[in-house]
């Protein structure tokens, strides 16, 4: 049916974000679509910079850092994005949203919650004859909740409770079958960031995403697995004076789906065996580098390079960026420069606003 047909090419877009695997492994890949202008001006690296709301997305254990001065840190922030999706076709109803709040309480530690939305349109649905029924619109949505807390002086630790909800499809006849483009699931986060005692200047930080049971949309035996992916990375600042900063950071990205035919391994299963056997070890990471200047944090500079090996993807480009902080407020912009097939995002500016209270 031509709307199906159309739903699963935006859908299969949404694959240039992660590995090209996973276009056809994994299911609401929507979920891996980096939010914050910020770290997409650092060639999508964020899992060691996990300093802002974000990091609900990035890294929720660097929220257990973000409230250690009650005299200069802020107990609340809000931060939002709005961005048009596959901007090259036009599409005004193509779109993508993140928003996201954190907030410190005394004697519990550090929560949050963040919404995640795409909306893939307006689209016609027709039967086997190719006859207009009418219209639907298409979209998806992940809410999570998030809780962060220090272990101890130089480690945080941050825990994610995720709804995911999918909606591509109305019900549709096919054959005397009923089915259902919907489906639900859930999933946990884990993450960790590490200040080590031999260095100030150096973060190291790691997060495992979407954790959780395959989703349905047809029937079990065809059920699709989350699109659960491991984050490490580190950040360094290079320059740390009172007027001038310099952060390196550098990220590395692994799905941990496997999938046989029409049916996939269980979450744990893949997370952690059978994804490792699968292919090339290394040449299954996309590698993401950048640098982060800051003039008396209050003008922000950025700039970092993504890669994906040939064998997985071939993507690769340019990102660049900077940011503004005036009182309780800050505004970030990106820019990725590539061909139309590099990022759905390619040749496009990105903005996100933040706000303490």
């Known amino acids: 049916m031509k709307y199906v047909a159309l739903i699963l090419t935006m859908v299969a877009a949404l694959g240039l974000s992660s590995s090209v695997f996973a276009q056809g492994e994994a299911t609401v890949l929507f979920l891996l679509i980096n939010p914050g202008a910020r770290q997409g001006g650092m060639g999508e690296a964020g899992v060691a910079t996990a300093n802002d709301a974000t990091a609900i997305y990035w890294n929720p254990g660097g929220l257990a850092f973000q409230y250690q001065n009650p005299e200069q840190d802020h107990r609340g922030e809000v931060t939002f994005m709005h961005v ?5 076709f036009n599409l005004n109803d193509l779109y993508y949203d993140f928003a996201a709040t954190r907030y410190y309480i005394h ?3 550090m929560v949050g919650l963040a919404v995640q939305y795409i909306n893939y349109g307006e689209n016609i649905q027709t039967d086997t004859q190719g006859r207009e029924l009418g219209t639907f619109n298409s979209n998806e949505v992940a809410v999570t909740a998030s809780y962060a807390v220090k272990a101890s002086k130089n480690l945080g630790l941050g825990v994610n409770l995720k709804y995911i909800y ?9 054959d005397q079958e009923t089915r259902e483009g919907r489906g639900t699931s859930f999933a946990v986060d884990l993450g960790f960031l590490y200040h080590p005692g031999f260095s100030k200047r150096l973060t190291l930080g790691m997060n495992i995403a979407n954790i ?3 989703m349905t949309f047809v029937d079990k035996a065809q ?9 490490i990375g580190f950040a360094y600042r290079l320059v740390d004076g009172e ?5 390196l950071v550098y990220d590395a990205n692994r799905l941990l789906v496997r999938r ?8 744990f299963k893949a997370m952690f065996y059978s994804s490792w056997t699968q292919g090339n070890f290394f040449k299954r ?6 640098a982060e200047y800051w003039y008396t944090d209050l003008i922000a500079l950025r700039a970092g390079y993504f890669y994906e090996a040939p064998e997985s993807g071939d993507r690769h480009f340019f990102t660049f960026g900077g940011g503004l902080r005036i009182s309780f407020f800050g505004v970030d912009f990106s820019y990725i420069a590539g061909s139309g097939n590099d990022s759905p995002l390619s040749n496009t500016l990105r903005f996100s606003l933040l706000a303490n209270f």
């Open 107 to 109: 004697d519990v530690g």
């Open 260 to 267: 046989r035919g029409t049916s996939a391994d269980n979450v």
């Open 285 to 290: 990471f996309t590698h993401s580098v950048g």
């Open 212 to 214: 959780g049971p395959k």
């Open 166 to 174: 999918s909606n591509l499809s109305p019900n549709i006849q096919v």
């Open 223 to 231: 059920a699709d697995p989350l699109p659960t992916n491991l984050r």
């Open 84 to 88: 048009n999706w596959l901007p090259q």
């Open 243 to 247: 007027f001038n900063k310099l952060t």
